[in-house]
């Protein structure tokens, strides 16, 4: 089985969130889970949903601040691995295209 998720942990703040995001996506590490981020989050992989819930926490407890929001979106496909990419790859297949655009 392969738990895909899209995380997003921000502190609550007027100012740059950067370095509170960039200690969020540095707890990762610790975990046996794979990550990309992006501008409106992270896409983490793991092989189950205990995992991956492990790593968000963490990720969710190492920003500071009065206030962290924190939003988790788990796909958990049970009948076959799949991986994020090839998800990306299907979406491509059927545009017949990359599926993205610069403007």
């Given at each position: 089985m392969t738990a895909?998720?899209?995380l997003s942990v921000a502190p609550v703040t007027e100012d740059s969130?950067?370095?509170?995001?960039?200690?969020?996506?540095?707890?990762?590490?610790?975990?046996?889970?794979?990550?990309?981020?992006n501008p409106m989050g992270t896409v983490i992989e793991a092989d189950?949903?205990?995992e991956l819930f492990a790593a968000a926490q963490a990720a969710h407890e190492a920003v500071d601040g009065d206030?962290?929001?924190?939003?988790?979106?788990?796909?958990d496909k049970?009948?076959?691995?799949?991986?994020?990419?090839?998800?990306?790859?299907t979406v491509e297949a059927v545009l017949g295209r990359e599926a993205k655009r610069d403007r």
């Open positions: 895909i998720a899209l969130m950067a370095s509170e995001v960039a200690k969020a996506v540095e707890a990762l590490d610790d975990f046996d889970v794979s990550y990309e981020t189950s949903v205990a206030r962290v929001s924190t939003v988790l979106k788990i796909d049970r009948t076959r691995d799949q991986r994020a990419q090839e998800k990306v790859d």
